[in-house]
């Protein structure tokens, strides 16, 4: 059977992590025993972490990483580095804020042998125009600066065969900020079997969104230097 990772940073997410970890935890059956899902907690002050631990007591194939970074995007590069370092055959990304279903996760799953990288395209948007925007934008400076096209670069919503990951992971820095969407990239532009299939994105279920849009234009100004660094390193 193959080994599943299934991975999800979180911060602060303590109305939604239970909720979300008991959704996708029985993703794990049927799966190599070896199987985990994996959540990285660095950095929260309200109760994540002590609801993890708790909720790991009675699952055994739940794994908490603690020192990760704060950022979202260095947990994720832990996450994959982690999954691959521990025998992952698929490593499948989600977030931690109940936006996604893993009812969904199946026709991914079924998908595996045919394709590399599965990424999920989110053609509807419950967490505002103003992201949906932003995500079009991205798209289009991949096109500009990568000569990639996508409709949907970042989505939490991505089943990897590890091997592939573990490829292109070297190219990032520890603490690059947006792992996900140079991942994507990496994907398309030296041509691995990749698809691109439409899932549902709901609004968060509860808390607030550590990552504002004012944080987004700071962190997209930046990027377009990273991009150029990037670039020429292909």
Known sequence: MDTLYIVMPAYNEEDNIIDVVSSWYPILEGK??????????????????????????????????????????????????????????????????????????????????????????????????????????????????????????NAPFRLMNAQTVAKYLPKLDKDYNLPNIMMTTYFVHYGEEYAFREVTFRPRQGGTNSINIKKIVKIGWKALGDFRRLKKAM
């Open 32 to 153: 190599d025993p070896a199987s985990r899902l994996v959540v990285a907690d660095s950095g929260s002050v309200d109760r994540t972490h002590e609801l993890l631990e708790m909720f790991k007591k009675d699952h055994p194939q739940l794994e908490i990483l603690s020192e990760t970074g704060k950022q979202h995007g260095p947990k994720v590069i832990a996450l994959y580095d982690y999954s691959i370092k521990n025998g992952a055959d698929f490593i499948f990304q989600t977030d931690s804020d109940g936006q996604t279903l893993p009812e969904e996760f199946d026709a991914f799953w079924q998908m595996r042998h045919g394709y590399n990288g599965i990424f999920g395209h989110r053609a509807v948007r419950g967490d505002g125009k103003s992201r949906a925007f932003v995500e079009k934008v991205v798209c289009f400076l991949l096109k500009l600066y990568f000569h990639v096209k996508v409709p949907d670069a």
